[in-house]
């Protein structure tokens, strides 16, 4: 396999506005032998996750795009002159849980979940482009439907909606918190 190929998928990469999937690498670099431009991705991945270097490549909402490592951070804020970063609510992160978890969901069985009115936090969220609306349920009032967007996994660092934690690991990791607190 030549550098070059490494060298040409990570500028794919470098210039592309978002995540970008490795299909369209290889349908881009269709001279290339499919194996070949896979494990010229997986190189570079490697390369940017042992070397020490100021930026890595990530996988996120289903491609690749590079992020500036979070230990550098406070330094970049400086530099951008961010005071903080925005952080969401408590009740902007129950929703989103509760949307990323049951999605497609409407307004009412969102209010149902949390027991409380979320129609400011649903419009704060599609403001935020976390969520959008996909339609409407067949029931009567013709609900919206809400779901989650690339800009959630952006966001949240996920690659795609799997990679949140299940069930049983949200319940053991609780039971290890109940555990900590009790013997503080």
């Known amino acids: 396999m030549s550098e070059d190929l490494k060298g040409i998928i990570e500028a794919l990469i470098f210039v592309s506005t978002e995540p970008l999937s490795s299909e369209r690498i290889k349908e881009v670099l269709a001279d290339f032998p499919e194996e070949e431009v896979e ?7 490697q390369n940017y996750e042992t070397n020490n270097r100021g930026i890595c490549l990530q996988q996120s909402a289903g491609g690749y795009l590079f992020a500036t490592r979070p230990e550098f951070d406070p330094w970049i804020r400086r530099l951008l002159q961010i005071e903080r970063k925005s952080r969401l609510s408590q009740a902007a992160l129950e929703t989103l849980a ?20 979320s129609t400011g936090t649903i419009k704060t969220l599609l403001e935020k482009k976390l969520i959008k609306i996909v339609g409407r349920r067949s029931t009567p009032g013709r609900p919206l439907v809400y779901r989650t967007t690339e800009k959630f996994l952006l966001y949240f660092g996920l690659n ?25």
């Not at 494990?39 to 991945?45: G, S």
């Open 98 to 117: 509760i949307i990323a978890y049951h999605q497609p969901i409407t307004s009412s069985e969102i209010a149902a979940i949390r027991g409380v009115d």
């Open 160 to 184: 795609s909606l799997e990679d949140l934690p299940s069930e049983e690991e949200i319940a053991r990791l609780l039971e290890e918190k109940d555990i900590e607190q009790t013997e503080s």
């Open 39 to 45: 494990r010229a991705l997986q190189e570079l991945k």
